[in-house]
């Protein structure tokens, strides 16, 4: 007999060999047929799993995350199994379960369009309704290679290859297997409906020089209804991209000319950025942070004393070669570098910490073209950085004040929904990292203790932490519910000790400061797009950068439209005029497209008593004001606005 224990502490005793399925049968018969899969002393295997030793069970749905993930990992041998009936000699990548669903990498004898998508669909369906029931095989690695190597398919080799022998198992569904450590569902029959979503190129193993495979896209789901709420979603997110939105409001553009990745701000999308940077820098002036500035390049031995040369020098700029024999710059990478030059700049005592260094820097990275995105993933961004010296002593402290800025950040914009993420290493595989695993333990620690104080809902994933600390990620979900990474927040003991920073103690001693790395908004960039698609590029009335348009009745009336504004914006309310020669019902339309929160319409009436009359987006006529009551109104909206979030 075996053991096994519940979430809710209790426990109770099966035959050794049960399966995972008989146990949440052995519950109720209902929990066993939604079951998707389970996890067994928190591994996530497939239901059919038998249980050897005791052991901690847990059981997942589709409402859980482990439960989509093995439903679209399913979804993605299903797509296989019927890529393999529709193509003879296809071969296979990789076809792994993502945030939203499931792709496959394949390496086709012919082309694959979208226009093929439904065909494929069809087909998927056909094998689903057949219930194939997911057989895993473990498999010797000889064996392994043996039957891939007679398929001819090169990749599936390659991908073996690299794996130790005692650890490999293939998945076999009808006509189809492949090399697979699962979990899966019990049977393909719980797949309901299924939507390819779009057909891709992307690089064997995302590396440049292989070969150019094709990548197929696709979700699913238990019910139909569910695919119809999501394909709703999806045409609201067309609407919402920030791409598309960008180029509405003029925010931000690319030229082929600049370069790929590298984005223009327009004077809109400036104006947008500088107010952002303006209100994090006041909150940082309030909790002590001096703002510096370093350059966009800086000598290749820094980043080689730095250590980021070696982790990310194949993914930077080639290095600037100078006239001068053997002299080599980069592109800045980090600022974290330069910050712990300026630290070093002059002896520190104690009672100096903590210094706490801001910089909104701009970085490079030479990310590959086929995943830039918009201003989500680009080449050059500014980070809205900070990087804290402290003493043991202040470790804690000076964390949780970080998270409170976060949050007063997310509580300002509305986002209201998110996840701390704590990101540890990967103990199986420390050579990715830099450090001591004293200084790992205690970086890991102190941010597992500052989340429990500040009693926030984590997650922890191991293997995700930055290569020289652990750290502290916000997952925040927006208006359509899809999860964006904002924020970052890291604690590392290894910088100090490889830029050499000191700080003489009260013993007289020196002593080595602890650094803080954190970023809010994470990068103005990528922060700027979410906020686009969170809003539906309808910001906050302190943040729009057109408060409001004039718009004049007729072409008489221009002149006071333009004292308007110049009274407006003299008085702190941001204004511009729209005094193009078209009537007033497509001037108030076409405004109300570029989002901007108030029109205010003038004629002979606004014009003799030196009023407007004012229309609110989204929520009709306001009345006619006088100008004077038109600031103060405005005034008082933003005021309540930022009272409403002020930090505690």
């Known amino acids: 007999m075996v053991k096994v224990t519940f979430p809710d502490g209790s426990v109770r005793e099966y035959a050794k060999g049960t399966t995972a399925y008989q146990v949440a049968e052995s519950i109720s018969p209902r929990l066993a047929a ?50 393999e009936a529709l193509y003879p000699g296809i071969k296979f990548g990789i076809g792994p379960a993502i945030e939203q669903g499931f792709y496959y990498d394949v390496d086709c004898p012919v082309s694959i369009l979208e226009s093929d998508l439904p065909k494929i669909e069809a ?20 064996d392994a290679l043996k039957t891939f190597t007679e398929k001819g398919d090169q990749y599936k080799v390659e991908l073996i290859s690299a794996l130790e022998d005692g650890t490999i198992s293939f998945y076999t569904n009808g006509a189809f297997t492949d090399l697979c450590r699962g979990p899966h569902i019990p049977h393909t029959g719980f797949i309901k409906a299924i939507k390819l979503t779009a057909v891709a190129g992307a690089y064997w193993r995302g590396d440049e020089k292989n070969k150019m495979l094709t990548r197929i896209y696709g979700i699913s789901f238990p019910k139909k209804s569910m695919l119809d709420e999501y394909l709703q979603m999806l045409e609201e997110a067309k609407k919402r991209d920030h791409r598309k939105l960008g180029k509405e409001l003029e925010l931000f553009t690319f030229s082929q000319r600049v370069g790929q990745g590298l984005p223009l701000w327009l004077p809109k999308g400036a104006e947008l950025r500088d107010r ?41 700029f080639q290095p600037i070669h100078t006239p001068f024999e053997g002299e080599e710059y980069l592109l800045k990478p980090m600022n974290c570098p330069h910050h712990c030059e300026i630290y070093r700049s002059k002896p520190r005592s104690y009672k100096d910490l903590p210094v706490r260094l801001a910089e909104f820097g701009t970085v490079y990275r030479y990310e590959q073209s086929g995943e830039l995105h918009g201003l989500t993933r680009v080449r050059s961004f500014t980070q809205d950085d900070a990087h804290l010296f402290v003493r043991p002593d202040q470790l804690l402290e000076e964390f949780e004040k970080v998270i409170d800025i976060v949050l007063y950040i997310f509580r300002t914009l509305k986002f209201d929904k998110y996840t701390a993420q704590i990101s540890l290493r990967d103990p199986e595989n420390t050579s990715k990292y830099i450090g001591s695993d004293e200084n790992w333990e205690k970086a890991e620690n102190a941010i597992i203790q500052a989340c429990k104080e500040k009693g926030l809902n984590t997650v922890v994933e191991t293997g995700e932490a930055a290569f020289y600390g652990p750290k502290l990620d916000f997952m925040v979900k927006d208006a359509l519910g899809r999860s964006w990474q904002l924020g970052t927040i890291q604690v590392d003991y290894n910088l100090p000790e490889r830029f050499d920073l000191t700080y003489k103690g009260a013993d007289d001693k020196l002593h080595r400061p602890i650094m803080i790395h954190r970023a809010p908004f994470g990068s103005m960039e990528r922060f700027v797009a979410v906020l686009l698609e969170h809003t539906a590029g309808k910001f906050p009335l302190w943040l729009s950068p057109d408060q409001c348009v004039v718009l004049p009745i007729s072409e008489k009336f221009n002149a006071y439209a333009e004292e308007v504004v110049a009274y407006l914006n003299a008085n702190d309310v941001r204004a511009q005029i729209d005094d193009r020669n078209e009537k007033i019902g497509r001037k108030i339309r076409d405004n109300e497209l570029k989002r901007i929160p108030y029109l205010l319409i003038v004629g002979e009436k606004e014009a003799a008593e030196r009023a407007v009359s004012v229309r609110a987006q989204g929520d009709g006529d306001k009345g006619t004001m006088s100008l004077e009551q038109y600031c103060e109104y405005m005034h008082n909206l933003v005021k309540a606005e930022i009272e409403a979030n002020k930090m505690h």
């Open 34 to 83: 939604d079951c998707l899969a389970a996890s067994v002393n928190d591994v996530t295997v497939d239901l059919s799993r038998a249980i050897e030793s005791d052991c901690a069970i847990k059981f997942f749905k589709w409402e859980d995350a482990e439960g989509k993930h093995a439903f679209w990992h399913t979804s993605s041998h299903l797509l296989a199994e019927a890529l």
């Open 276 to 316: 952002l940077e303006r209100f994090l820098r006041k909150i940082q002036k309030e909790h002590g942070y001096q703002q510096v500035i370093t350059p966009h390049i800086g000598n290749k031995d820094l980043y080689v004393t730095s250590g980021h040369y070696a982790k990310y020098g194949k993914d930077s």
């Open 123 to 142: 087909k998927m369906a056909e094998l689903a309704r057949n219930k194939e029931i997911l057989v895993r095989t473990e498999v010797a690695k000889a």
